[in-house]
């Protein structure tokens, strides 16, 4: 669900691009938002290319912080569709369009190590960790 189907905190505040703070009382994002609001945001490539949607946000629990998002890609009304997890840092949030941007082209995500809903990988293993970090061009973050 994202702010468009029923989250009516006002999360969303295109104003505050560039580093501008909101104002008190217009609510807490696009710094701190909550991940109602982002489930189900569209992920789109540079040239505002479809890649798929966000549909978990999973949180490193020992260290407070996101380590990634899982998106959706391909596949037809949940059937075949291969899910990825891509490093949080991947991602750039465009307030404007509420979606996320993800600089790899869709051909580099097809080939990229993906699971299905019923076959997650273990994403504490930093041997896992590591690799997909490295096929997203990022930089593990330290817990």
Not at 63 to 84: D, I, N, P, Q
Not at 94 to 116: I, S
Request: glycine content about 12%.
């Amino acid at each position: 669900m994202n702010i468009e189907n029923g989250v009516t905190t006002g999360m969303y505040k295109s104003d505050t691009v560039g580093g501008v703070q909101p104002e008190a009382g217009d609510g807490p994002g696009p710094f701190l938002m909550g991940t109602k609001t982002l489930i189900s945001n569209e992920v789109v490539d540079r040239e505002a290319g479809a890649l798929g949607k966000i549909t978990e946000i999973m949180l490193d629990v020992l260290s407070g912080r996101v380590a990634y998002a899982v998106l959706s890609f391909g596949g037809f009304l949940g059937l075949g569709e291969k899910l990825f997890a891509v490093p949080w840092s991947a991602l750039v949030l465009d307030t404007m369009n509420k979606r996320f941007m993800l600089d790899v082209e869709k051909e580099r995500l097809d080939g990229a190590p993906g699971f299905d809903k019923d076959h997650w990988p273990n994403m504490a293993n930093l041997e896992w960790a590591a690799d997909i970090h490295a096929y997203y061009g990022r930089a593990m973050y330290s817990a």
